[in-house]
């Protein structure tokens, strides 16, 4: 079994709308968890950081986490074409300081 | 606001030539980074330091080497690059309390 599962995409998403991001882990013992955005030929830039169960909201973004169901989600109000990129989600395995990173959502917002 | 920066943005080399990779960050951070990035396979972790003058191999190490001689500056070598070494090098930071990782701007390195 993966450590992480995540939809490579392409997601596309109309302008205006709620893009929805998902990702799966393995490992019952993570306790932290983000979300990366990365645009074309860049780095990645942390967007949210999320360590309880429930909902983080900051801004456009709102995080979801679910220990029990042992997901992440990411979600983006009023989608706009500059959030158009590849979306990465990422967890501490077993609780250590070393992440470990989904394959990426490459997202497409649609004018 | 956290920094990391690094040495060069793209930078070629020769097969056989021996290359180093810096990375500098300003927060006083313990925990920096190496990663490398290719089509179709994600970020993937080279090697990692936790304190000044300490190393581990993460996922990927064979055909490199790093070094950690200050807190701020954590270097990648490759001690004979060959052509599948050519890729996106990234490196970040860490460090308490949300232990978030910084990424710097990376590295796009081409082997000829």
């Known amino acids: 079994q993966k450590e992480v599962e995540q939809n490579s995409g392409p997601l596309s998403v109309p302008e205006g709308a709620i893009a929805s991001l998902n990702c799966t882990y393995s490992d019952r013992g993570s306790q932290s968890f983000f979300w990366y955005r990365q645009y074309s030929g860049k780095s990645p830039e942390l967007i949210m950081s999320?360590?309880?169960?429930g909902d983080k909201e900051d801004g456009r973004f709102t995080a979801q986490l679910n220990k029990a169901s042992q997901y992440v989600s990411l979600l983006i109000r009023d989608s706009q074409p500059s959030d158009s990129a590849t979306y990465l989600c990422?967890?501490?395995?077993?609780?250590?300081?070393?992440?470990?990173f989904g394959q990426g959502t490459r997202l497409t917002i649609n004018p | 606001d956290v920094k990391v920066t690094q040495s060069s943005r793209y930078l070629v080399k020769r097969t056989g030539e021996k290359v180093f990779l810096e990375c500098v960050q300003d927060?006083?951070?313990?925990?920096m980074f190496w990663y490398r990035q290719d089509p179709g396979l994600g970020l993937r972790l080279i090697y990692f330091?936790?304190?000044?003058?300490?190393?581990e191999k993460g996922d990927i190490p064979e055909g490199y080497s790093v070094s950690r001689e200050k807190k701020e500056r954590f270097s990648l070598i490759l001690e004979s690059a060959s052509t599948n070494q050519t890729s996106m090098y990234l490196c970040a930071s860490q460090g308490p309390p949300t232990y978030e990782q910084y990424f710097g701007p990376g590295t796009r390195l081409t082997v000829t």
């Open positions: 927060m006083d951070h313990e925990n």
């Open positions: 330091s936790y304190d000044v003058k300490m190393k």
């Open positions: 999320i360590y309880s169960n």
């Open positions: 990422a967890f501490d395995f077993q609780g250590a300081q070393k992440l470990v």
